[in-house]
């Protein structure tokens, strides 16, 4: 495969040795992606096994684990893990990884694919070299959250659920925003029932700065797809911003979301890079 490198990093018994995977970033948002069409994920999906894969230091090191497989010419499936080993509904930054990645394994032929997930169909495409996605539609947005006070450098506070929940803050600057102490408590605020992703903004000249505390991963992410989705809405709800809407993520890299509206509801669509690291072969992981 062109431009990727091979490396040999780790697993244990459990019938797993030699098995292949790929290290895959989204902005940042890092991931290890299995290709499930001929060998089943099994013992890999286990919540243990996904912790340990995602371990940095002591495994591959990700904020996710993702399989990827084959529906069709123009559909392929995934399902996500998060770093905790919960099953997460949505990622976007995985989402766009996984069309790049099934591009480059020739999964599909077709310019325009479906995607599987846990939170409904994607539809996707690649667009001038980078992968784009169009998310369902989002109806559950609210531009302010009454049960969770501001802090006095927080201009608005809103809730948008872009295939999950989000918590979005606009933030006088969010270099120095506490995001680990605030976005923990917020994460786990009790009127959210689900707990909710919390992103913090501040504008950044025509971009946005974007820092997110992800649920699941439980610290901050250099990137979250869905985040900046629910960024864009909310931005656009606020006044603040026309799509295109562009963020800059913590990595430096940027994500580029489109919205407009569709009767009561928004319709998303995310695009930014994404890449293959490398790709390697588990051996001595215990799981």
């Given at each position: 495969?062109?431009?990727v490198?091979?490396?040999?990093?780790?697993?244990?018994g459990?019938?797993?040795?030699?098995?292949t995977f790929?290290?895959?970033?989204?902005?940042?948002?890092?991931?290890v992606?299995?290709?499930?069409?001929k060998?089943?994920?099994?013992h890999?999906?286990?919540?243990?096994?996904?912790?340990?894969?995602s371990?940095?230091g002591?495994?591959?090191?990700?904020?996710?684990?993702?399989?990827?497989?084959?529906?069709a010419?123009?559909?392929i499936?995934?399902?996500?893990?998060?770093?905790?080993?919960?099953?997460?509904?949505?990622?976007g930054n995985?989402?766009?990884?996984?069309?790049r990645?099934?591009?480059?394994?020739?999964m599909?032929?077709?310019?325009?694919?479906?995607i599987d997930?846990?939170?409904?169909?994607i539809?996707?495409?690649?667009?001038?070299?980078l992968p784009e996605?169009?998310l369902?539609?989002?109806?559950e947005v609210?531009?302010?959250v009454?049960?969770?006070p501001?802090?006095q450098?927080?201009?608005?506070?809103?809730?948008?659920?872009?295939?999950?929940?989000?918590?979005?803050?606009?933030?006088e600057?969010?270099?120095?925003a506490?995001?680990?102490?605030?976005?923990?408590?917020?994460?786990?605020?009790q009127?959210?029932?689900?707990?909710a992703?919390?992103n913090?903004l501040?504008?950044a000249?025509?971009?946005?700065?974007?820092?997110?505390?992800?649920?699941?991963?439980?610290?901050?992410?250099?990137?979250c797809g869905?985040?900046a989705?629910?960024?864009g809405?909310l931005?656009t709800?606020?006044?603040?911003?026309?799509?295109?809407?562009r963020?800059?993520t913590?990595?430096?890299r940027?994500?580029?979301v489109?919205?407009?509206?569709?009767?009561?509801?928004?319709?998303?669509?995310?695009r930014?890079?994404a890449?293959i690291?490398f790709?390697?072969?588990l051996?001595?992981?215990?799981?």
């Amino acid at each position: 495969m062109d431009g990727v490198e091979t490396s040999v990093v780790g697993n244990a018994g459990q019938g797993l040795m030699g098995r292949t995977f790929y290290k895959m970033s989204g902005s940042g948002n890092d991931f290890v992606f299995f290709d499930v069409r001929k060998e089943p994920a099994g013992h890999l999906e286990a919540p243990e096994a996904v912790r340990a894969l995602s371990a940095r230091g002591t495994g591959v090191g990700a904020d996710g684990v993702v399989f990827l497989d084959r529906k069709a010419d123009d559909r392929i499936a995934i399902r996500y893990y998060n770093s905790d080993g919960s099953l997460g509904e949505l990622c976007g930054n995985a989402t766009l990884c996984a069309l790049r990645l099934a591009n480059e394994l020739r999964m599909v032929s077709s310019d325009e694919v479906r995607i599987d997930t846990d939170a409904g169909l994607i539809h996707a495409r690649m667009a001038d070299g980078l992968p784009e996605i169009d998310l369902a539609l989002v109806s559950e947005v609210h531009a302010e959250v009454g049960a969770i006070p501001r802090l006095q450098r927080e201009q608005l506070l809103g809730f948008a659920r872009a295939g999950v929940p989000h918590i979005v803050i606009l933030d006088e600057d969010v270099e120095s925003a506490d995001i680990i102490g605030r976005g923990s408590r917020i994460r786990r605020d009790q009127s959210l029932t689900d707990g909710a992703n919390v992103n913090f903004l501040s504008p950044a000249g025509p971009d946005w700065r974007i820092r997110t505390y992800e649920r699941g991963v439980e610290g901050e992410t250099l990137a979250c797809g869905t985040g900046a989705v629910a960024a864009g809405i909310l931005l656009t709800t606020w006044g603040r911003a026309d799509s295109p809407i562009r963020l800059l993520t913590r990595s430096g890299r940027r994500l580029e979301v489109r919205v407009t509206r569709e009767g009561a509801a928004w319709k998303p669509s995310l695009r930014g890079p994404a890449e293959i690291v490398f790709m390697g072969e588990l051996r001595d992981l215990s799981v």
